[in-house]
């Protein structure tokens, strides 16, 4: 999300340089960008091309990413479009205009269970821009705020790309897309530059490209679902394409030892109690987006443990899905995931 202060799922099986090839110049950039990390891994670049003159381009992406669809950003376009009463058609740019319709498709495609109006009710929950002590909302708060939730209550055209509300305060929230959204920009811009070889991460969302130092697939790492701990649970190699994992153990509330996720159930207007510790989409290069796959993540993760695999399934869907079951973790796959690397 591109937001959140904890939202790290994955780490990276692969270190750079540390058994790479001298006249290899490794190019590795990280820094901070949608309250989270972003990590930027080259090999094999072009001569000449360093580090520094990557950085700025890679800020200046993110930067644009944050100033289109971020709603921590007062001044971004979708805060704008929020803040916006307006019941006629709202003109959006052809970028936000992209993420939207990918976010309602993924809204259709779950029949509402991942929405991308459920901003007011993440707010409440206390897991959006405001600052909030941790605190279960009211039952009226949840009720009031249902009422301004349902993907149905908004239409998007392309032709000019344009937004209309049903009711002037509709609120959209696409954190659930924006580490995806900012990781294929990133990738854009890497591939503009005459990149090859490189890996992507904006906090649990990764996209990659050609091989690592060691000339093998990247390796992505999924950590096991544990507040406080990072285990490696399984390694996913990546050659081309993207990873996306999305969990309830980093960033969540606690009181009267419930844990409280900042995924919310649309539907009923909690937060989301089930067993699915973690949901990991890979989209292999031509089937998908690092943005689908961080949608579809998500959206597996709210589903839950019954709901999230029958979806992956009739969907074809390449899912893996890390179930609590007592203290021991379940793991779950698609058939779409098992036939990733079966030759
Ligand atoms: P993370 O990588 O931290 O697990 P996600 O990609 O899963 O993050 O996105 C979580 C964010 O998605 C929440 O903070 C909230 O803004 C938003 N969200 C929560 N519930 C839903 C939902 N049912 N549908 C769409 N977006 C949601
Ligand atoms: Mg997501």
């Given at each position: 999300s591109p937001v959140l202060p904890l939202a790290a799922a994955v780490l990276f099986s692969?270190?750079?340089?540390?058994?790479?090839?001298r006249w290899d110049p490794d190019i590795e950039i990280t820094g901070p960008t949608m309250g989270t990390y972003y990590a930027v891994k080259v090999v094999r670049p072009p001569a000449g091309l360093g580090a520094e003159a990557l950085r700025p381009g890679i800020d200046g992406v993110l930067g644009e990413v944050n100033r289109e669809i971020s709603t921590y950003d007062p001044d971004s376009e979708l805060s704008r479009l929020?803040?916006?009463?307006?019941?006629?058609?709202?003109?959006v740019s052809p970028n936000l205009h992209g993420v939207l319709a990918e976010g309602l498709r993924i809204s259709a495609l779950t029949g509402g269970v991942f929405d991308i109006t459920v901003g007011p009710l993440v707010n409440l929950w206390g897991f959006g821009p405001e600052v909030t002590a941790d605190a279960i909302p009211r039952t009226e708060a949840i009720q009031s705020a249902l009422e301004r939730v349902g993907y149905r209550k908004i239409a998007l055209r392309a032709n000019p790309p344009a937004l209309r509300k049903e009711r002037g305060d509709i609120y959209i929230d696409l954190s659930a897309l924006g580490e995806g959204y900012g990781a294929d920009r990133l990738a854009a811009y890497l591939d503009f530059q005459g990149l090859t070889d490189y890996m992507v991460a904006v906090a649990g969302t990764i996209r990659a490209r050609g091989r690592n130092a060691k000339g093998q697939p990247w390796g992505i790492a999924v950590e096991a679902p544990r507040a406080g701990e990072r285990t490696v649970q399984r390694v996913i190699p990546l050659s081309d394409g993207a990873v996306s994992t999305s969990g309830d153990y980093r960033n969540f509330f606690e009181q009267a030892g419930r844990r409280y996720s900042h995924h919310i159930d649309p539907r009923t207007g909690e937060s989301v109690a089930n067993r699915v510790g973690s949901a990991t989409v890979v989209m292999p290069s031509g089937s998908g987006s690092a943005m689908t796959a961080d949608g579809l993540a998500t959206a597996l993760v709210v589903m839950g443990e019954e709901q999230g695999p029958k979806l992956a399934e009739s969907s074809g869907i390449a899912a893996y899905f890390i179930v609590r079951a007592g203290e021991a973790l379940r793991e779950l796959t698609s058939p779409a995931f098992a036939r990733l690397w079966v030759p």
């Open positions: 692969t270190l750079l340089g540390a058994c790479g090839d929020n803040r916006d009463p307006s019941t006629d058609w709202i003109p």
